[in-house]
């Protein structure tokens, strides 16, 4: 079927999008030329990561753009819409923080993430600062050398930060206009690579509290000094002319790649971020991706973006506007090759390790598909109950992707009978999940595994095919010590030989302490929550609009112990928050 399709492809640019046996998009990708590009997954050898991808690949589709720009937006898009799981690119979807000053009447110097450049369009962005304790550092010590606005709203009385010298009381003095815009010039300068404007101020300080024989104060602001000294001698570089730029290199080698981007900013060196990840495809592919889909997600541009020769510069210029030039010689290629350096570095500290780990993994996730003796286990999701004696009857679930855990897609069950009764428990939970993933026609996992034995098990199974799926269900026990101990297989009711040295041995037991730990925090907090409220029921002049009021508030009862009558006042009326009051002083 693959070969058939194959020969109908056209050579002209477009998208394609890898499927698996279930239909699930594995991965997407773009090309100029289509029928080439397709016909190397099946028509040549791979290795690694690519190797994986391919022994999945049960179908293809394709979209023809007019041009590589729309093939480019389009793979963005795709992998944004489906996430495919050999697309790993976006799935670290961080921002990094940056430093505003605002455009207001009087500014404000804050970090910010995710800046609103329509919104801000006025107002002047600083960064990107993967550090932001860096960031922070910088925004603390210009904000004590400038008595700029602290506060978010305006005070009627001046503030602590007027009295130490570090505000001008905006809410109440009336403030030269011409001693706003020089403090607003100063800064901006300082940013756009003025360092000495900076330290010639910390040194005015230092010498003014010198000169009064305050000491202490003089000390303080030497550390600063020091401090913004060893930071600012970190960002030098040569590059003279104050162009906000990015350097973008990186090192590959034995199917990973790692990627440094240096952030020059003002002619000086801000800051850096690096990434390590498997090659799905190609060097040049991975390295082309990783840039339009950081540029696609951080809003905030540079001037101009120095890269390697593999980069398409005009493709991304188009794209993004920005100026990506590929440096031969001279200073830029000096600080490109910094950051090829940087790169290779960062793969020499972390790769052993990562590899280990990623090998450990795979071949858990291996062992596992062989003792099983089934095709596929990437997605696996686990089931854990709990109760007290029959209350506040909970179940969690998580979800495990070739070994590594989904935390956005864990889930808490509050089981609609309290009774001591696992089974039931196990049934309510088991259909609940499995009919709403029917209905909203999502994803389910290869394998479902159930914290105990083969009742549990019986119990899920029984679902499962009353919903008419086909969905493999094994147990995992533990021993007396709470230990993992046993893994059923639900078609044959037998224990599955497991070495308990073996990376799948520690694969399961990760598994099920991590939705043991789940469901027990979700328990906890009901049975906080409910003694909480009980305690309020107990209370004259209390029902259930005053009640959720103070749950909504305090949350816990050692809180509304500590709270003074007065505030208890703003959401009781006078007699029931005095009565209130002393019956918390008595339990």
């Known amino acids: 079927m693959i070969n058939e399709k194959l020969a109908l492809v056209p050579s002209c640019p477009g998208c394609y999008l890898m499927k698996n046996s279930e239909g699930y998009i594995i991965y997407v990708g773009k090309s100029k030329n289509l029928k080439n590009r397709l016909s190397s997954y099946f028509k040549s050898s791979h290795t690694g990561k690519t190797k994986m991808l391919v022994s999945e690949i049960a179908d293809f589709e394709y979209i023809i753009t007019n041009t590589e720009i729309e093939s480019l937006l389009l793979e963005i898009n795709l992998i944004k819409k489906y996430d495919p799981k050999y697309n790993i690119l976006l799935r670290d979807d961080k921002t990094y923080p940056y430093i505003e000053l605002t455009n207001d009447i009087v500014p404000v110097l804050k970090v910010v993430r995710n800046p609103n450049v329509k919104k801000n369009k006025n107002s002047h962005i600083f960064g990107p600062y993967p550090n932001v304790k860096a960031a922070r550092d910088v925004v603390e010590v210009i904000n004590r050398l400038y008595p700029l606005r602290k506060c978010r709203t305006y005070q009627k009385k001046e503030c602590l930060y007027y009295h130490i010298g570090e505000c001008l009381g905006y809410c109440v003095h009336q403030i030269d206009d011409g001693t706003l815009k020089n403090m607003k010039n100063e800064i901006i300068a300082f940013f756009n690579g003025r360092d000495e404007i900076l330290t010639d101020k910390i040194k005015s300080k230092m010498n003014i509290y010198s000169e009064k024989q305050e000491y202490e104060k003089a000390l303080e602001y030497k550390k600063l000094l020091d401090n913004i000294s060893i930071v600012l001698e970190k960002q030098k570089v040569e590059l003279k002319d104050n162009l906000n730029r990015d350097v973008i290199g990186h090192y590959a080698l034995n199917g990973y790649i790692s990627i440094t981007i240096l952030f020059i900013r003002g002619g000086k060196l801000l800051d850096k971020t ?14 082309n991706n990783y840039i339009s889909m950081f540029y696609d997600h ?43 350096d940087n790169a290779k570095n960062a793969y020499q500290e972390k790769m052993e390790l990562i590899k280990r780990n990623d090998d450990q993994r795979l071949n858990a996730i291996c062992e596992l598909k062989e003792k099983l003796n089934v095709n596929s286990v990437s997605r696996i999701e686990i089931f854990d109950n709990s109760n007290l004696f029959g209350t506040y009857n909970v179940s969690g679930m998580v979800v495990f992707k070739d070994g590594l855990p989904l935390k956005n897609e864990y889930r808490k069950f509050k089981i609609t009978n309290d009774v001591n009764d696992d089974y039931g428990t196990m049934k309510e939970v088991i259909y609940r999940r499995y009919f709403r993933l029917l209905k909203e026609k999502k994803q389910m996992p ?5 914290d105990g034995g083969i009742g549990q098990i019986n119990v899920a199974m029984e679902v499962i095919r009353d919903l008419n799926l086909d969905i493999l269900v094994c147990g995992l026990k533990k021993d007396d010590k709470h230990n993992t101990s046993l893994l059923i297989d639900g078609r044959t009711k037998e224990i599955v030989d497991i070495d308990r040295k073996s990376p799948l041995f520690l694969l399961l037991t990760r598994m099920q302490d991590e939705v043991h730990n789940f469901t027990i925090n979700y328990h906890q907090k009901l049975r906080s929550k409910g003694a909480l409220s009980s305690v309020l029921d107990n209370v004259l002049g209390i029902g259930p609009l005053r009640k959720e009021k103070l749950l909504k508030k305090y949350r816990t009862i050692s809180k509304m112990k500590m709270a003074d009558i007065d505030e208890l006042k703003t959401i009781l009326p006078d007699k029931v928050a005095e009565n209130f009051y002393n019956f918390l002083k008595e339990i």
Do not use: R, W
């Not at 690096?274 to 390295?287: C, G, H, M, T, Y």
């Open 274 to 287: 690096n990434q390590i990840f498997p090659i799905a495809i190609s060097e040049e592919d991975s390295l």
């Open 298 to 340: 951080h809003k905030i541009k540079p001037n101009e973006v120095i890269v390697e020769d593999m980069v398409d510069n005009l493709l991304l210029k188009k794209l993004y506007g920005i100026n990506f030039i590929t440096p031969l010689k001279g200073l830029k290629k000096n600080i490109l090759l910094l950051a090829c």
């Open 446 to 450: 290869d394998l479902i595994i159930v």
